[in-house]
Structures are given as C-alpha cells and as structure tokens.
C-alpha cells in the first residue's frame, strides 16, 4: 500500500504522511522541484525514495 494518507500542519510546517506498506513516513508536503503540495496529488512508489 502506497500514497498520501494527509496533509497536515505541524505548528507552522505543512507535512504530507505517507503509508509505505504499512509504515507511515512523514516528509515536507512542498515540493521541492516545483513548490507545489504534495497533498494536493498523488505520486506513484517509483518516484519514492525514503
């Protein structure tokens, strides 16, 4: 199982919480390349690398 599970604000960072076959993972929700939310899409596990 892949993908975001939520966007949320920790204080004032936005974080997006994946679930990695079945372990959650907690990263940045901006995306570095293009500034845009992670938690506004989807991206597939091959563009993953944690």
């Known amino acids: 199982v892949f993908g975001i599970f939520a966007a949320v604000y920790a204080d ?22 293009a500034g845009a939310s992670l938690g506004d899409g989807g991206l597939p596990a091959s563009w993953m690398a944690i």
Do not use: E, L, W
């Open 12 to 33: 004032d960072v936005r974080i997006a919480i994946f679930n990695v076959d079945g372990v959650y993972q907690a990263i940045s929700d901006t995306c570095i390349h």
